[in-house]
């Protein structure tokens, strides 16, 4: 650790242990913390390979920051994410499908991807199937039917979550982006929508939260035994 | 006129000329006026048949007091609308189609249809083909396709506009209604979300405003000489 | 079915087949229906006893109207809630248990503990645990660790659910309700306080919508077979 | 296509068939997408003259990117749009008359026309007819009453659509832009008021978007076989 | 005073002394009062007929708790208002007139019409010349231009204020009313517009404030001698 | 002119005439204009020394436009406000006061300040007396009851309008100011308290909006013949 | 307990040790709760006459289950509370001074007043205090300057906390009041602007929380044994 | 002071005597001033070393300019405060604890320390103990309850306050801060959840406003000799 670096202990209490016992990675929200700061929490994760730690909203600077001490993370810059150790868990558990609804939304939507990645969950992305073009979502319902859970990201109105719920059996988690014209208020628009979704079974999260939807998704496709029905316990 | 009955003058000012030059009814939004200001008006409308009337918002005492002074003036009371003379125009221009995304939005949806027919169109109604079920909408393409306006009442995510307006070259009028459960905020969820519809071709009016969205469907689909292309005048 | 009810196509277009294809309940949102439109809906459900069907936000004109066409459907009238055939299906898949921050909550909790019921999963209710007093849900945590989903239903700060998805590792479906002072602005401060929850693994629902909330715990907890992990398709 | 760009695959899926059936430009909101892309789509474009391609919201960068690929693309740096092949289609159909109410209003009402006008329709623009010189508007009633649809483009009190609707018989669309002080709030004030004109015939679309409402108004003065009348039919 | 009746001081501070220092009645704001505190209002007023009070928003059982009291009481039931002692002040200063944009705003246009009376100025009131018809404005454009100061009520897109600011030289007074479909909020909309009125000169109020609409334009309207200009002081 | 500046048609309609017949100036709203657009109209103004112009929210760059065409304008750069020709009208009617809450209302005083002097009013300025020191504002009473009008700027609580309209029997112009922590919503917190002034006499105008503030002002404080009084007309 | 009553375990988990080992009273809202649940917790109660226990926001319904099982409840009608055991403790801790600003916020003040007493403070109660009349509030600084705590419940402007904040050294409990004209949307104007305070030492609570208010101020004034400062632990 | 500052009286009102009199530093808000008119300010502190004075959120142009006027005044970046003397007073009273949800509330909650420390009282801070993790916070309980006020900063779901409160008996400052995804809105979502809080005995200020909440916990936590209770007086 560089002389510069601050102290972890004024900062920030990381609990590991906790981490691993969840059998979740640790997670450090980058945005609101100096790179000094991420800096200090990768030198004192380096000491734990047995725990995934996911360095989330990272901007150049914190990127920079965690490579000096982690420099195999892996870095997606496109989803501002990086990920120690490099390599993903094994992948168990049913399949959780991350939808785009368009370009613009792929930042959110591979956060959410890769999120449920390093949970340990197999994977797959669409992209570019907005509600104006129903036979692109229609194309593809063979793989959304093959999904655990459904990651469904989408700005402006919002739709293709209730369209998706409407076609799938599963669980849709809804991520609402803040793309769009003035009217999408940041995200409003879409969020309001989903939470107003006329299928059932739609799971909303924060605007531009990938993170949170893609574990989510991953909880929910986990291989979890179940406990006995109410009647035999 | 009863004797009881407001002086006109003293809270509105009736131009009928005006409506009948434009071509469009004259319309009186009953909510916030007495039944005795509806009645005054009632009763001064009895001498211009040539003109169409519509009474929109209608509670039952409006309702009586129209019927007062216009015994046989069309009630439907699902609607909250009356019109008088009874009998639509013969219609003409292009079709109008009138879309209820669920059962809840069916008295929004018939003020619209209702609207449109007083203007002169011809109308279709469609019930009950919400986004969480695409069979339904999908199976109506044919209606939906030999329309020259549709209006598309919907409430909680509001997405079956964009839906529409995928399917269809014509322009979509999109009618919130102020359906759904606590986050749809009396309308303000399905607002949003027609105002930012994926797809163009969607023009959005007021909360509930079946009167509005009838209007100008019908404006749309009037036969219009169209003046010269700007190259020959 | 009586002479007055109104014609079931004229308002609704019901698709018992695709409910009973999706393995879900048929659900009839009373709210914005007259009673006359639930009941012709009650009456073509009859025909249908291999389908649940449920009818929330029941009013007592709407539930008289139900009770009419199926007298022993089961009503649960702090929930609003009926169901027909009467009896839920046996229990399968995970438990779900459904937890009310306090006794104004209970209504929302009831509609979603009946949901989750009629879909076919054991269930338990948890009352009056609030954050201000931590050693009531400390008290319960055996229960909700068996749990395969937890819904938490909460008004006011909506802090809940934060608390127990520190607690558990399943999802936890948080369910806002329009209960508190002033500001609470009919449930918003709850829902953004859901939303933004700090714990990871937390799916919003609309406010009040105890229906959705149940449905989706349900669909969490289904023994799904899952799908061979990527690798192997 | 240099080598740097990325694969067209990966995040958008692109559909000239479907525009081309349709009869409207395909359409690519640069914002919110890389330059390389908007290069990428740039670069799969230029195959296709038979359809006409609009890049709109396109930043200094995104217009690079799409000229390196179509040179001789138009460019019209006030409305920040790009427009490929350069010619629009010889004008069909009815005038678009598009106002904008003040000067800060002219870039969106500028992206307006040229949407109606790749779209083929005869266009006209009108500057600076703010409310608050009433004879300002009334002086262009003949250019206005000639148009087959009236766009009009207004920031703060929003007030002109209204206006204009009680002077024309055609639809007029209404487009809020985010100019004002403080309480426009973004132009949500605008738009408020466009919702709430007191003249029938308002078609609102979203703040600051021009190329919707140039879309919409084109489609409403397109030249359409009129359906039979519903009795014929 | 009736023995019922509650004891003045343990609910108001009644200062009538300084109501006849500033020259403007005493106002008693009855909503949120119960009829028998507004009556030992009523009654403590009794001794002071030099000073006039107004009793402003007042329901039936107000106004006849005010009426036991003194019951020469002028009571303009359409402006839940009542005002003692009856007779109006001798006019003085300018002519306040006041603008009703349409029916359903007269209440609120009333209130303020008698206010500014009360306060003693000469008053006159339009009716109906919403926005939607400028031959009817522009009609009453003698009148208007005859004012001292202009109080303009308008609900649903309140352009009317600024429609006016811009053919009188005074001060308009805007009072936005709750009239309007949903998207109106309650007055949210015409409120927002006024505050953005692209027309300077325009004073805006409390939506429903008929009040504090009459009593500022009372005051702009008032005879003040104008203290020396800077130079001489 | 310079050959580069764009052509005033194109972009405005300037309208000197009506400025000098009202008797009020020309204002050019600077901000979403650019440099070149401002330096047209400032071009165009120079022919017209009759009329004072005034150039509001003008950013480094617009001062420079103006002063290129304008070389005497007077530049006050705190209020971002150029004022041409650079003398005020000699004072005439009564004295408007302006006040400043704090010192980072100041900005925004200004502008007004420089308004109500352009328009011919003797003017004076008082700064820092927020509602938290009340012996501050009490220790101005004499120079505040010597004024025709008071604007009073204050961002925060927006307070401090209602207490100086207690004091004062004059109309008071508040001026909600942007300035605040986070909850005062960009001027939203002042705004509304300055809409629920518990004292009577308050006229609200826009956020910020210093220019609209001062012009009203001044219109209140103008010395204009009053009509007679209603009777004897 | 009657037959009746609902089994208290089934809705609400009391916990009277917890109150009496925190020294606070415990604390039922009654709204949303039915009048049987609030029975079945008074008839609990009544068993613990060591644990002071308040009935907040009690309906006629609530108040007369209450009375059933302790008839001698103390009941403050217009605060909507009931007290039991009847008696307050005798006073212990510092002085805390309740203001309404006006009559209409008695009843949300009183509430604030009755929770201080029952926990024990010494009270007092001022009214009509608005800063319209600063006289008012300057003629009882005698009184405020004595207080440990002072609680100001205002509504409209929400002014007065920040005016009593300036005068005193103690801290101000601000309690915003849903009382106003329409742009006070039901009480966020005072919250806001009480928020935005520019005295330091305001402390805010929810919208007419007066239990919560009064709660706070006792809190403050209690009599704490302090601990020694940080060096000598 | 040098030649280029700006005149003090032209932008402030200096008290520092009402400092001294009450007790409690002068502060200096920064934001929204310029460099130059904080040097004022400094320059006019120098002579007053019996006042404690704090510059908050103070830029680095702001520090520089008065650290030249105060070099040994005390800089803590992370807050953005200065204090001037730059030792703060002996420590009386009760102690304040000050809590920190997670690391990028750190600023704002040191500058409640600061405050807190400047106006005299015992301090001390807890980080990173948001409630996903429970058991950080009950690991503190010792610290809290020692405290005479807790200060608990908290972005996002802003739940912290409400278990704070649960678990200690004296008042809890809750600091809301600007930290969290897109529905935090800004600091919203926590301000909503405080105003909220489920336990009783939280005071919210306003979003990211450290001062105001060191010092109200100051003035909680001030040793202030009680008033007799109310039957002595």
């Known amino acids: ?55 989330t909203r990272a901007g150049p600077g914190h990127a920079e920051a965690v490579r000096r001490e982690l420099p195999d993370a892996h870095h997606d810059t496109d989803a501002a994410l990086l990920a120690w150790p490099p390599e993903p868990p ?42 104006a073009g129903l036979h692109r979502v229609l194309g593809r319902l063979d793989l959304l039917r093959r999904a655990r859970a459904v990651v469904v990201a989408a700005g402006m109105d919002g739709a293709l979550p209730s369209v998706v719920a409407g076609l799938v059996a599963v669980p849709v988690v809804a991520l609402p982006t803040s793309v769009g014209y003035g009217a999408a208020f940041g995200g409003l628009a879409p969020l309001l929508a989903m939470l107003n979704a006329c299928a059932p079974g739609v799971a909303v999260v924060n605007i531009d939260n990938g993170y949170g939807a893609g574990h989510l998704a991953a909880q929910i496709a986990a291989h979890i035994a179940a406990p006995p029905p109410a009647g035999e316990r």
Chains 1, 2, 3, 4, 5, 6, 7, 8 share one sequence.
Not at 23 to 48: F, H, L, M, N, W
Not at 109 to 116: D, G, K
């Open 90 to 131: 094994a992948p168990t558990g049913g399949l959780v499908v991350v939808v785009a609804a368009g370009t613009s939304d792929l930042p959110v939507a591979r956060e959410a991807l890769q999120t449920a990645r390093y949970l340990g969950r197999p994977t797959e992305l669409v992209v570019d199937v907005g509600v």
């Open 1 to 55: 650790m560089p002389d510069d670096q601050p102290d972890l202990a004024a900062f920030a209490d990381l609990d590991l242990g906790r981490a691993a016992r969840r059998g979740y990675p640790e997670a450090v929200y980058c945005e609101g913390k100096t790179p000094d700061q991420v800096g200090s929490i990768a030198a004192a994760v380096r000491a734990r390979p047995d725990v995934v730690t996911l360095f």
